[in-house]
């Protein structure tokens, strides 16, 4: 190729990089290392306001526009210096004051021999900085916002909880106000029940007794739950049988459970620890509570109550007791609210004869919590309804351990024991004595039903191990009959040789406190004889209910045995 | 022991540690009842069903069930359990019925391990 036909080539490419940089939107311009300009592009031209031939050969400095950096005057002479050092970049507000006009500088060092040139591009990024600067603005502005809201959203909440305080103990106190003389009027109608009325005057009467019954009912309740927050409900921490607790509560629901012709099961899965420290009082109003519940919602079928448990510690377990139902079930919609106060599902076809305060699953839940435990619900409509209460105690009693596990360390005085046990084999018997030998006791041995009846109607007697099946009269009918004698009642343990559920729940209704497996072995032995000591000392201090419980109907007095 | 017990041996335990140093003593005169006992009510059930007399069954069932279960024979008792819950429900009662042939074999196991148990005393 000829020198001519190259220079030709060279002037053609250098004419197109021409247009094509004249078509770049930034603005471009080369100047020699003394900052003297040597080639501009036409966004340049724009920039400064003039054509390319009047910008050759004079100082870019003297060319710029005046600019700012961060609201103050710069001078272009220190970009010189930079750019001679190598590539760099920075922003310039061509206005002291809004709108801004923004220009991103970049430059670099061209190294070209044998002059060096330097290149400048000027690129505009006024629209994008402002709408950064909106966005930043918009930013400020919500967190300023956000966090006056937010006084304001604390001052209500305090507000607010000045004023639950206030209103908690204006309930608290018109409560008690309201109390007494409500009391009156119980009384007063029950005696009025008690006087020859006509028809009419009794349906009216009746109607003032139950719907005082009810609103004292509420009023205690109210009275609870304002107590719990104003936190001033105390966890007692007294030891007491879990056995009798449970067994205690599912009688008090049996005419509950009789007008209704609903069957209660009760079961201790894994043998529970009987005896345990904590607030007995609480965990028997969690449950009557609970199973209340179960019976009114339920119109055909059974209640369930399963106790169950784990260790935590070795002086700790956690407690697992379970209702479950058959009843109406929940709804999803009520089933999130149900622990909260005064709720109460009004859409029920059934809602009208129900009655109740609203409150007694707000109690339960609050009162679990104060207990460290938790309860929970899982229900669906037309399902059925299942109540989880968990709840961390002690156990009265450490564990014994296999070093120090010989009977003779038993700590139980079993002196005040007079024990009759009616069991109609002679190796059963023989066991039995050899075993309670082993604990020191002495036992009297009745052969059949009609045997132990006439022994314990001489009186005498404070502990019966009883045989459930016997030829001639078994053991339920036995204890039956028995409750009825006219004699101090002893404490009846149910002999079985196996642990059914539904044979449980006879024993029950028969009137026996207590389950012995046969085979019959030494803890579990250990673990009834606890219970009736428990049982007995509580028996001579009167009943424990009827001292401590607060005056609520949930929480009343356990009636004598039939 | 070649073949395994049909015995509960938490039952013995504890039967052991009530006999304590007379335990030897304690087990003689337990099993001594037992196999005196047993066989009457064993035969007492053959017999009743041979009558197809399910009430005695029944009875007799029971009467061995808790002496069984009190020596460990729990499989024994289980046995006795079910055929005196379940005698109703058996159409044609005989000895060949399975559930009384469960209760005769798991008794001569019982009677057999107890007499073993003896000779080694």
Partial sequence: MSSAELQEQLRRTLGRLEAALSSVEDALVLTDVNGRVEWTNRAFNQFVGQPRLLSLGRLLVELMPPHYVEGSPESSRDLLEEARLGPGSLLWDLSPTPPRRVVEVKWSPVNLNPDPSLVFVFRDLTEITIAQDQIIRARDTLEHDVAARTLELQQARDEALAAKGAMGQFLSTISHEIRTPLNAVIGMSDLLLDISLDLQQQELVQTINSSAELLLRLINDILDLSKIEAKKLTIASEAFSLRSLVLDCCRMMDAALRAKHLELRCSFCDDPPDGLIGDGLRIRQILLNLLNNAIKFTNQGSIDVKIGWRPLAPDSIELDLTVDDTGTGISEDFLSKIFQDFSQEHNQAHASHQQGTGLGLAICDRLCHLMGGGIEVQSQLGQGSRFHVRLPLKRSAPEVSPVSGSDESLDLDLSSVRLLAVEDNRINQRVLELLLAKLSLKVEFADCGEDALERLSEGGFNLVLMDLQMPGIDGREATCRLRALPISQPYVVALTAFALEDQQQACLEAGMQDFLTKPVRVPALRGCLQRFLHWNAHRQGGSVLSELAPPSAALAPLESSP | ?121
Avoid: N
């Fill in chain 2, 1 to 121: 022991m070649t073949t395994p017990s049909v015995l509960d041996q938490r039952v013995w335990e504890d039967l052991r540690a009530l006999g304590g140093s007379e335990a030897d003593a304690l087990i003689l005169e337990l099993i001594s009842m037992y196999l005196e006992d047993a066989p009457i009510q064993l035969e007492a059930i053959r017999e009743a069903v041979r009558q197809s007399d399910r009430r005695a069954i029944a009875f007799h069932a029971h009467a061995l069930r808790s002496p069984s279960a009190s020596l460990g024979g729990l499989g024994l008792a289980e046995a006795c359990a079910a055929l005196e819950a379940g005698v109703d429900a058996i159409d044609s009662l005989s000895l060949e019925s399975p559930q009384v042939q469960k209760l005769l074999a798991e008794s001569e196991q019982v009677v057999e391990e107890l007499r073993s148990m003896i000779r080694d005393l």
